[in-house]
């Protein structure tokens, strides 16, 4: 009985022409956003990956120079693209592709794709994610506004009811139903990109693959999120009229407003500083210390002393090495814990922002806790790029101490003059960025996969109490 | 009877308790999206004051060391390199109406001897990139997103609601053809929305406003109301040209919606993804690469490059002062030469990649007529003063302000002389121009083109569709 609903549903569905039209098209941009993201993916790999060499070039053979000067002329690193990037390109096109690496200070990643992006930039990018987050579920919608409303109407539900389906079965055959027709999206999704991640992507590595399939598992939840609503809305609805209003007046809460409004509300609750101000303040911490009473000439005169204390000499020039390398390299470590309260400070209150716009999912918007899991698979979402700019900041600081104390060792005290070579250059390590393991990632993920999994419940729990009662009622 | 008409819909439509709640939830909405743009307005002038009182302390600073000296050692701020500005872009009195690019372009650029175009302009942002992802809820976003569907909302089903009623043969059979009963309905349910939406926007952008209007901005206001009309005639007449024919609320719910998703959601975005293939953004990290490849190539040439600028400026040379003493390191001089011709050597790059920026933008300025909606909030935002014109003519001044400033300030540092403090004090400071009525004008007008030619063209196909439907 419940494949003769399954195969009626499908067979009805594919007879009428909006819906081949709207899933036509829907399948026709889901095709070409994903083929021209995954061009992208390959392309701005092979661009990163080619102006990392770059630097590494300029850096070795940047000729004799004095290695203080060569800590600020400073390295580049930039971020690598993920390989699911192409689904979900997330918070990347706000996020800066570079990051400057220099003495004396941490700088936020700059050259952000949206700096140079025009205007319309800001309505969206069409991708994978953003198809399957916004217009598949407009399809499940036209899909399944009259699947009980309009049966309602014409008369057929009660008819269909007395051959002695039972409402479960028949829920179940719709719904089944719906989600077979879906996977004219998904299917050809999940077998081509794995398909490209293995042959093209980065070797076919375990844990792009689970992501991949933990990114393609959120979505089908939301859709099954979608169709409960659907269905529920449906068989609730006096008219088919009705449910339609409804159920597209859910879809503008789901996929505009709330999404928008939780941004807004959380940069209203936790606001971030402005960069003169964040700056202005780190500067002075910089000076004065954190607490205020730590200046920097008080500090420079004790490490002097602490120094001649050590070496036993009464003068800086009588040390055995460079007293400016190494109070170089004690006014990076005097640094380091200001960066990290003042970075840190910044990141708590993007982490802030997060947790209350995932608070907002519960009140109307599963999307809200889609859209994160989505980021966090795809590696394009800010806590991502977090561990790529505290990676790149660890190398920075062992890459600094590293010049400041090839300084200190063989050059005299004073002498700014001398300068390291090429040789030297080239000894430095280069740096390395290990991606955060899937497994940390899905950890962190835990409260939207549970929101999802509440809304999924929810969704057909209502699907269920809905059919309870319009059976009655018919 | 078109009178008749429309003060039965006028009482019809606010009988309908659906309508009103729309209408109300619209307008406090709006409200909230008044207060989000008026409090983002409000942040950037309270930034931009913070940096003017920071630069007018620094310089009263300096200013002291100057006229009184401590020590015999010339004070730090006599040197070239120690004066400097800041050239601000104030926020204009209308920018509580659309954040528009505010927040991910450059309002401020630092002016000193040692700066160069490519690197006046602060590189880093402190805000969410999940924030800036995520878009604010501002008027713009209300108008261009929302409003269609308030639109459509109350007239999705203008005729065929009394068509499924089977009421319209019976009014139909009074002398009021469809033409006129539609116009009725259209009229009405247009004059609705314009006398909540148009006053509440208004309200909303005066009371949020950041500064004082100035004397140019009352024609601002007015060009805001005739975008907002325009907008809503485009759809308007999409709803009209629907219902002419159709037998359907359901399919007319479902047509405008698709009309309305294909126009705000999926036309953008595909713009954006034609702008990617065609058009793609020149690359960032290797223009970097460039410029620090000819960076290191002119510090190898340091010595030399200093003596290549005084032999083409031989009027530069140093200046014997009183005792013999040249109070600045030739170093210091020689990085400067060694900065300004990396920047020169750079220069052919940094066209070629603004040139290829130009291009993304005369591309999407040429196609932006596919979506009223993108035509609608660039509009808006040239009148918030938010939009990406504003901010070209503010880098462009910025620019000339640190070409005047290194005209003014170098020559002191290449023949070795100090500044005194009346000389600090007649140093050349930025006030942003704003644009001529004349070139607000020519933005606007073909945004204003942009809405009013689609909306003819719907409403005569809707014309035309009605005089050849036979009604019922």
Known sequence: MLKTVLVRELRDWSREGRVRWAFGIVATLLAVATVIGWQAYRQMAAERASAQTEDRRV????????????????????????????????VNSYLGVSTRLEAHTQTPSRHRPVDDAPAIARFGELTAAAVMQVLVPLVIVLLGFGTFAEEREHGTLRQVLSTGVSPRLLTLGKGLGMGVALLVFVAPLALLGSLALTWFGPGGEAGVLLRFAVLLLAYLTYFAICIGVCLAVSARSAT????????????MVNSLLVPRLASDVAARVAPVPSSDVFFERLRDDMRNGLDGHDPGDVRAEAFKQQVLAEYKVARVEDLPINFDGLALQESEAHANPVLDHHYGQLWRQYEQQAVLQRWLAPLGAPLLALRPVSMAMAGTDWEAHRAFTAQAESYRRVFVEHLNLHMARNSRYGDWDWKADDAFWRSVDEFRYSPPEVGATMMAQIPNFAILGGWALAAWTFVGWSLHRRALEN | MFRIVARHEWRLLLADRAAVVILGVFVV?????????????????TAVQQVVAAEAVRRAEQRRELEAPKGTEPPAAAFPWSPRDVATLPPSALGALAIGQSDVLVGTANVGLFRTPADMFPAY???????????????????AYVLPLLVLGLSFNMLTAEREASTLPLVLSHPVGVGTLLAGKVVVRGLLVAAVVVPVTLLGVLLGRPVPLGAGDGWLLFGLVGLILGYLAVWLGVAAFVNVRSRSSAVNALALGSVWLATVVVAPALLNLALSVWYPAPSRPMLVNQERATLVDAQRRGTEVLGNYYQQHPELLPVASRDGADPIDNSTRAYWTVVQQAFAETTPALHAHAAALEEQRRFTERFRYLSPAVVLVDGLSEIAGTGPSRYADFRHQAVEALSNWVAATSPHLLRGQLFTASEVVALPTFAFREASRAEYVSRLSPIAAGLVVPAVVIWVATLWRVRRTRGV
């Open chain 1, 59 to 90: 850096w070795d053979t940047q000729g004799a120079v004095n290695p203080h000067s060569a800590a600020h002329f400073g390295r580049y690193v930039f971020k690598p693209t993920t390989p699911l990037s192409f689904v979900d390109r997330g």
């Open chain 1, 240 to 251: 088919a009229r009705t449910a339609l209003v409804v159920l597209l007046a859910c879809w």
């Open chain 2, 29 to 45: 909405f709006s409200g909230y999206a008044a207060w989000t743009g008026a409090d983002a307005a409000r942040a950037r002038q």
């Open chain 2, 125 to 143: 942002s402190t805000e969410n990139p999940a924030t800036l992802a995520g878009g604010r809820f501002d008027l713009a976003f209300l108008l």
